[in-house]
């Protein structure tokens, strides 16, 4: 067998991930908080980068005309600016048009005048709560414990889970404050006595005894239920209750009544959590007939390079130490760039896919979710000419402002479903018209999946049993077992 060197000639393409393409596609999946971060981080690495004075920025603003925002004024937004990629070559005087950056790139960000009602005020006025710990706390002190029953105290609010559930062991207590668990035991069924009515239990049975106790309710079915039929109780078979313990269906329903008013979650209501307002990335505001898209640039800093680099570039001598220097500053120049554009990129991209949503789901936003259409990323990307995992990348954790409320521009994408005119809704609406279907109902006897479907095909919407099964558990909707109610 002979060997042979040969010389063959293969022409093939191949994707670069040049660091501008992968800054690029980092922030434009990034959320708006995440990307702030980003950008105060490289203002805190890069010297060269500033934010821009509000005062200079508005004095800017109002030096080009912009008095309000208009439909050709947003039109701009989409234009791709474009410059020359700066290398890093030459002797760092003639390499960078200083002059022209500052006036193509001295700040990033649309800009409009918010005038009144246009944009929604955040009444997001922060208090300060008492913690569920610390309510407990203070009546432990008013508790008459020695130092160790104390410590023993402490570890068990300590440990209990923010509905007020206890969750350590007695056992672990125990052995963390070197005492018994007949100790641990007493303590607790002090602490059970707190308010609010029902803390510190291990379970929901123990929860619901501990508030029949504390509420010193007589009637002794109460404590029944929930000691034998907690099963029963859940899928609201009162019938087998009433049969076991050889009493009324009434009688049951009297003492299921008194159950069904006790907090199955008693330290919920000092639960720590705050509700945040989202700050949306996009407002869409309904002019006329049509809708304008504002992009929101509230809180980013509106980036610039320093001028006070560009001095020092025309006054340092030139010398080894020097060129060491120039050299720095056209990196740091250079980065500072990248990202600059890179971030107004991202506006842009934000701004055509928001533009391409609005105009496919107009009859949403004139008329409601009912007449929401189906949607995937391919139209999208099809219609701002973008690839489907650029369009993924644009609705992860990006919010939108519309008269009808605050959505992620995930919620515009959903799958179609046949009706029988052969036109296609989307299952969001299909969703919708189920929840409408079963907040109709009467609540003593409501509809089936089965019956619902028959409704539906009555709005000229064909969806199987199950379909309609599968989005009932989607929105939380319990069967029509135990949706039914008694009283």
Request: glycine residues 4%; proline residues 3%; negative net charge.
């Amino acid at each position: 067998m002979a060997f042979e060197l040969k010389q063959n000639l293969k022409l093939s393409q191949q994707l670069i991930m040049t660091p501008q393409l992968q800054q690029a596609i980092k922030l434009l999946q990034l959320s708006r908080m995440e990307m702030i971060d980003v950008i105060n981080q490289e203002m805190e690495e890069n010297p060269l980068l500033e934010d821009a004075p509000m005062d200079e920025y508005e004095e800017t603003v109002q030096d080009h005309g912009h008095e309000e925002v208009s439909i050709a004024e947003i039109e701009e937004l989409k234009g791709v600016e474009r410059t020359e990629e700066i290398t890093g070559e030459g002797d760092g005087k003639e390499d960078f048009d200083w002059s022209s950056y500052l006036e193509d790139y001295g700040t990033i960000g649309a800009t409009y005048d918010r005038r009144d009602g246009d944009v929604p005020s955040w009444d997001n006025l922060l208090t300060e709560k008492s913690s569920l710990s610390d309510h407990l706390m203070w009546q432990l002190k008013l508790s008459r414990f020695t130092n160790l029953e104390m410590k023993v105290g402490e570890q068990i609010i300590g440990n209990l889970d923010q509905n007020g559930y206890l969750a350590a062991s007695i056992e672990e207590i125990a052995l963390l404050e070197s005492v018994t668990e007949e100790e641990v035991e007493a303590i607790l069924h002090k602490i059970q006595e707190y308010d609010p009515p029902g803390i510190a239990a291990r379970n929901l049975q123990e929860c619901l005894l501990i508030q029949v106790r504390s509420l010193g309710i007589e009637n002794p079915l109460v404590e029944i239920i929930i000691k034998n039929h907690m099963k029963d109780l859940e899928i609201k078979n009162y019938n087998h209750i009433a049969k076991k313990n050889k009493v009324s269906i009434d009688d049951v329903l009297q003492a299921v009544m008194i159950i069904s008013n006790m907090d199955p979650r008693p330290g919920s209501v000092y639960n720590e959590e705050r509700v945040q307002a989202i700050i949306p990335d996009v407002y869409v505001f309904k002019a006329g007939d049509e809708y304008k898209i504002v992009l929101n640039d509230d809180g980013l800093p509106r980036l610039r390079i320093s001028n006070f680099y560009k001095e020092i570039m025309g006054s340092v001598k030139n010398n080894s130490h020097s060129e060491n220097g120039k050299k720095y500053i056209r990196e740091r120049v250079q980065s500072a760039t990248w990202l600059i554009k890179s971030i107004q990129q991202r506006q842009r991209t934000i701004y055509k896919v928001a533009e391409s949503i609005v105009r496919y789901q107009k009859e949403f936003f004139d008329r409601g979710i009912s007449y929401l259409k189906p949607l995937v990323l391919r139209d999208i990307a099809y219609d701002v000419e973008m690839h489907e995992s650029t369009i993924s990348r644009v609705v992860t954790n990006k919010y939108m402002y519309t008269p009808r409320g605050i959505f992620e521009l995930k919620y515009f994408f959903s799958s179609s479903i046949q009706k029988k005119s052969g036109e296609t809704i989307a299952s969001k609406s299909v969703k919708e018209e189920i929840r409408k279907v079963i907040n109709a109902e009467d609540p003593q006897n409501p509809y089936s999946d089965h019956e619902i479907v028959s409704i539906l095909e009555g709005k000229g919407i064909k969806i199987a049993r199950r379909t309609v099964a599968k989005y009932r558990e989607m929105m939380n909707i319990l069967p029509s077992s135990r949706r039914k109610k008694y009283f």
